[in-house]
């Protein structure tokens, strides 16, 4: 599958009557990794659902490689070659590891196979006979994203991935993240944990109360410091 890019331009979204995202513009080009960092209830989940299509009520523009996707429903913007993996990671408590990752429809044949999956992440290979929900909180992250890797999809939309992981495993995320990219993989990645964003990020975006407020590229994080840790509160 081509390289995938994303534009945002004026995104507004709401739940019922409330006003969640204030006209977020952002762009995801090609082959990049972009984190989307901020304080929570800064609303990027939200911005993640939104462009998969999640969120009913939007207005502004999704573009993915050109192509507007604003009134587009999930399931036509996963064949695109959009994935998502959300927070609570949605395994199946009834299959096991090998029949997790086999569920997913595939949208071209260029996705990952089982033995590079299992060769990226060896402790599903350990566990591939276990139900989904025996696994530890990082295996199930390691089986989430590895699902998604056998689609064949192009655009990754991450959200938390290394939430309360232990740090080898949070390694083990931040390889297979650069591997996605090396590959050409796009992905938009939602990580509180700026000092692993850090070191595998392209750029950041910092939102607030549901807007985009600043944009920081990689080079610039080190001198700039002191303003993230104003941003984010730590």
């Known amino acids: 599958m081509a390289e995938l890019s994303l534009s945002i331009s004026d995104l507004h979204a709401f739940y019922g009557d409330s006003h969640v995202l204030h006209g977020v513009t952002l762009d995801v080009p090609a082959g990049e990794v972009v984190t989307i960092v901020g304080r929570n209830g800064a609303g990027?989940?939200?911005?993640?659902?939104?462009?998969?299509?999640?969120?009913?009520k939007?207005?502004?523009?999704?573009?993915?490689?050109?192509?507007?996707?604003?009134?587009?429903p999930p399931e036509k913007i996963a064949r695109l070659g959009v994935a998502y993996v959300p927070e609570e990671r949605g395994i199946y408590a009834t299959l096991d590891v090998t029949e997790n990752l086999m569920l997913p429809r595939k949208v071209n044949d260029s996705g990952m196979t089982l033995e590079k999956?299992?060769?990226?992440?060896?402790?599903?290979?350990?566990?591939?006979n276990s139900q989904g929900t025996r696994?530890?909180?990082?295996?199930?992250?390691?089986l989430a994203i590895g699902r998604v890797l056998r689609t064949g999809a192009s655009l990754f939309l991450l959200d938390e991935p290394t939430e309360g992981l232990a740090p080898v495993i949070v390694q083990q995320i931040g390889k297979a993240i650069e591997l996605m990219k090396?590959?050409?993989?796009?992905?938009?990645?939602?990580?509180?944990?700026f000092r692993f964003a850090a070191k595998i990020t392209d750029r950041h975006y910092v939102m607030e109360r549901g807007r985009v407020i600043d944009m920081i590229p990689r080079a610039d994080v080190e001198k700039r410091a002191g303003q993230i840790q104003q941003y984010l509160g730590i």
């Open 182 to 193: 090396a590959q050409g993989h796009t992905i938009l990645l939602v990580e509180q944990n």
């Open 58 to 72: 939007r207005t502004g523009s999704i573009t993915i490689s050109g192509q507007n996707v604003i009134a587009s």
């Open 44 to 56: 990027k989940t939200t911005t993640l659902r939104s462009i998969m299509g999640m969120i009913e």
């Open 135 to 142: 696994l530890s909180g990082g295996e199930q992250q390691m």
């Open 117 to 128: 999956i299992y060769e990226l992440f060896p402790n599903l290979h350990a566990r591939r």
